[in-house]
């Protein structure tokens, strides 16, 4: 980091190394992860992942798992001007899923239920909540809690494919009770796809529920829902090579990520795709 202000740390490194084991047993699947964080700035880290999945009939399966996770703040986080937060301590969470899925000559249903646990989760918010339009600044939640469940369906039908997805989500502050800032509490998506010889293509629908810009939580910082349209055309040109033409925000719906920052309106873009097989 170069900066006229003489900061404790200005350079930092980190060692890493993670170690996976998965393996299949008749009907029980497992998979194991450990990793270590050597950081010059914040300390060692041991995080890990346990998982397991069991095939209940040839159409369901159970899986579950737990884990942790650690996130040192960038420095950005740290050290942006006017803006930055040096005391800022790294994240630290625990992890856990359970699910259900069912599939079947290419249909497949399924649930997810998700709890995670964070300690100082990092979250911006403005120096003076009174003037959004001001200095932000990071600054650490002590406990925060994401949970929720997302449902999921894939299909054949005649000769399309239709996918469908939707998430319910539920996010707090445990010390105020605030909702986490940019977290709706419920999102969806809604794509059919198809594929005729070289030519595939589909139509996908995002969206997006209402959700606070940021803590506290206030009507002045509510954001609307929203919802977008988006197309897309591939051809194969050879095995290995495709041309993807995609349009995104068809409708030209206007809407925000963060509040008072506009978005892209109708775009489109043309790709050549390399894929080796």
Do not use: C
Not at 96 to 116: H, I, K, M, P, Q
């Amino acid at each position: 980091v170069d900066s006229t202000s003489d900061y404790d740390k200005t350079r930092r490194h980190t060692n890493s190394v993670l170690l996976g084991w998965s393996g299949q047993f008749d009907r029980h699947h497992v998979q194991v992860n450990a990793r270590h964080d050597e950081d010059s700035q914040f300390g060692s880290k041991t995080t890990g992942t346990l998982a397991y999945g069991y095939r209940l009939t040839p159409e369901w399966r159970a899986h579950a798992s737990i884990g942790t996770a650690f996130k040192a703040p960038t420095f950005n986080d740290l050290y942006f001007p006017f803006s930055g937060n040096p005391n800022l301590k790294p994240e630290e969470a625990l992890n856990r899923e359970a699910g259900l899925v069912w599939e079947r000559d290419g249909t497949s249903l399924s649930a997810t239920y998700f709890n995670n646990r964070i300690n100082n989760l990092i979250a911006w918010a403005p120096v003076d909540p009174a003037d959004p339009m001001g200095n932000w600044a990071p600054a650490n939640v002590a406990e925060a809690s994401i949970q929720g469940v997302e449902l999921a369906a894939s299909a054949m039908l005649w000769d399309y494919r239709v996918r469908a997805s939707i998430d319910f989500l539920d996010t707090e502050d445990e010390a105020t009770g605030d909702e986490l800032g940019r977290r709706a509490r419920i999102g969806g998506s809604l794509g059919i796809e198809r594929a005729t010889g070289p030519w595939t293509w589909g139509v996908e629908w995002n969206g997006q529920g209402r959700r606070y810009d940021r803590t506290p939580n206030s009507p002045a910082n509510r954001m609307g829902g929203y919802g977008l349209l988006n197309a897309y055309v591939h051809y194969a040109l050879a095995p290995d090579w495709s041309v993807e033409v995609r349009a995104n925000n068809i409708l030209d719906k206007d809407y925000e990520l963060a509040q008072n920052y506009g978005t892209q309106g109708a775009n489109a873009f043309v790709a050549v795709r390399y894929a080796m097989h």
